[in-house]
Structure formats: C-alpha cells, structure tokens
C-alpha cells in the first residue's frame, strides 16, 4: 500500500520504518532535511510538501506536536488538503484537542479527505517496538479500511467512536500516566527520606495491589537516573494543558490531574522540560529542605 508520513521526530521515524519493513511504499516529507536521510536509507520516497505526499498515498499519518501543527499540514498551504485526491484517508496520530480534532476533520471532509483522530500511547519504545496503544476516532468504514496499517505499528487498537474520541481517550490516558508518574516518585522519594532502600519498596510493591506498568518501567528508570526522554516532560506538561481545558469546558473537578498538571509545568520551568517524565522525581527532590535530616524525621529533644 501507498501510505504517507508528515512528522519524523521521536515517534515518527520509528513508525515510518515499521511500515517500510512491512513492506509498504511510504512517501514521506519533512521541514528538516536531516530528519530525512534515515528514512532514505531504509527505503523512504522523498517528497517536495505535505501535498505531494497525499498525491501518492491512499493513508497518509502524522505525527506532529500540538493542534497548530496539525493544522498546518493538514489544511496550510501545501498541505495534505492541496494534495487531495478521492478515497484519502489522513490518520493524525498527535495528541491534540478533542475539539480541534473535530474541527480539523470537518474542515478536511469539505476538501474531500476522510480524517481519523488516532492518538498513540507507548512512547518511543512502543514506536520502535510496533507495540503502541492506538485510540482511534472516526467513521467505521475509515478504521476498517486503515487498521491494517495502524497493526503494523501497535498491538491494541480501539475503535472509541466518533470523530474526537480517540483524543478523548488520550486524555483520559494521560490523567493516569501523568498522576502515576508522579505518584511512583512520591513513593520512591518517601522511602528513600526515610532511609529505606527504594528498589526494595518497589519490589515488594510490585507483588501487590499497587502494581503498575507505570511502578515497573518508570520505577524503574527513576531508581536508575535514566532520563533521557522517550516522552519529554513538555508534551506531557502540553497533553495535561489538553486536559484541564476540557475540565474547564466541561465543568469538571480534576483536583490529582490539575496537581500533575502543575508539577509538569514546573518542570518545563526549570529547565527540565526535555528529559523524560520520569525526571519529576528531580523536581521532588529540589524541594527537599537541604538541612532535612536524611530520615526526614525531626530529631528527639
């Protein structure tokens, strides 16, 4: 199959080659060339703009980093809508706005585009490992009709509903794993005030009710000073920004995501916005009083 890609960076790039070595023709186009070279070297058609990636592709994907960017590719000039052609198919695979997402593919479906809202959970790993989570929302016929595209880069795939649902879904995902970041370095940082060695807290954790993919990975690299990003801290400060927006249109109380909201802020504050998530735990420990004692615990009279 024809299929087109706009959006080389972390996650991009490992999905263009999942798809090349599943022995699609992918055409692909990006703002910087060095983005370029790896996919040309594994086979990659290059294209002049966004456009002429749609004029050769039945699907074509992005992944790009906030609705903005979307937009552009999608409906600016030069875009997937210039290219257009009947029966396309373009599955945006950022994390955006459920209503930006609605709105976009309004927009694309009078320019003869069919749009699903597909956003990815697994981060680089999964993207190189073809074992994202994938939410996808959108018109029946369109999923069906890409889904053997999408199981060429992730292992679950769900149909949500209709167009923004996939996003929706994304949120709600982001709720968890941004207050489960921050819960697991709460943890490790309260055992390790206390002079408990924190590898065995999560150990003995991990046999229990509190286990978590979350404890398990991002524990793990917590502990291990392991913080090059695989999910920078500023798209996850970027996807819980998405969150309390809907919160706030909605009406609703979202007290622990508005607290991770705000450590992620903070993050990208303090310079810390290009590691991985996971470097949260920095952050706690920035605020530690530095003449605590190492116990955490007031000495006796």
């Known amino acids: 199959m024809e299929i087109g890609v706009i959006g080389l960076g972390l996650m991009g790039r490992p999905m263009a080659c999942n798809l090349l070595r599943a022995g699609h023709r992918v055409h692909v186009w990006a703002r910087r060339a060095s983005a370029l070279a790896p996919l040309v070297d594994a086979g990659a058609v290059v294209q002049a703009s966004a456009a002429e990636v749609a004029a050769h592709a039945e699907i074509v994907l992005t992944v790009v980093a906030d609705a903005q960017d979307v937009e552009a590719v999608a409906l600016g000039d030069g875009g997937v809508a210039d290219g257009a052609h009947p029966g396309l198919i ?25 749009m699903l809202d597909a956003p990815v959970s697994g981060g680089e790993t999964g993207a190189i490992n073809a074992s994202l989570t994938i939410m996808v929302g959108g018109s ?10 999408l199981a060429c880069l992730g292992t679950t795939i769900t149909h949500v509903g209709g167009s923004g649902a996939g996003q929706v879904a994304k949120a709600c995902n982001q709720i968890l794993t941004g207050v489960g970041v921050v819960a697991v370095a709460e943890a490790i940082e309260l055992a ?24 398990e990975n991002h524990g793990a690299r917590m502990l291990a000073e392991e913080f090059r990003p695989g999910f920078k801290a500023w798209m996850h400060q970027k996807d819980l920004r998405i969150v309390m927006e809907e919160a706030h249109r909605n009406g609703l109380f979202l007290p622990s995501a508005a607290v991770a909201a705000q450590l992620f802020n903070a993050m990208s504050g303090s310079g810390l916005g290009e590691e991985d998530s996971v470097a949260v735990i920095k952050l706690l420990r920035r605020w530690r009083q530095p003449d605590e004692p190492a116990s955490g615990r007031s000495p006796p009279d």
């Open 140 to 149: 029946d016929a369109a999923f069906e009709r890409v889904r053997p595209v």
């Open 90 to 114: 373009l599955v945006d695979l950022s994390t955006i706005a459920p209503t930006a997402a609605r709105d976009i593919a309004a927009r694309l479906a009078g320019r003869g585009v069919t």
């Open 192 to 215: 390790r005030a206390n002079g408990v060695d924190p590898e065995r807290v999560r150990t003995a954790l991990l046999g229990g009710s509190a286990y978590s993919r979350i404890l």
